[in-house]
């Protein structure tokens, strides 16, 4: 199963991660980190959760065919690509097409109460 993790992590921990890697030669999981919860639920809006599944073992598309999938308007469709192609959760290939390399996504994250 080829699957991405989505997850909230510091900077250093994703530095010390990618130093460890280097040294050991081992390759990791892929994943997706975020500074913060919110830019995470940002990312993964409830429409924006709708084109990933959309695109989950689909391939390459084009904007219009992701637009058809999800039952929105291709202009909608598109800026929510763009914020998933920022965002490194989505490619767009050389011809134009986007694509969701993964078939499965594991979104981890620790909520804490405010002291």
Do not use: C
């Amino acid at each position: 199963m080829n699957a991405v993790r989505l997850e909230v992590r510091s900077f250093d921990d994703v530095l010390g991660d990618v130093a460890k890697a280097w040294k050991t030669g081992e390759a990791t999981e892929p994943r997706i980190s975020f500074d913060n919860v919110e830019d995470l639920w940002k990312a993964l809006s409830p429409k924006k959760m709708d084109i990933l599944k959309a695109m989950t073992g689909a391939g390459q598309l084009g904007i219009r065919e992701v637009s058809r999938k999800v039952g929105r308007d291709v202009s909608a469709v598109h800026r929510d690509l763009q914020a998933l192609i920022v965002a490194g959760i989505v490619d767009r290939t050389d011809d134009g097409k986007v694509v969701f390399p993964y078939d499965e996504i594991h979104v981890d994250f620790t909520l804490r109460g405010v002291a």
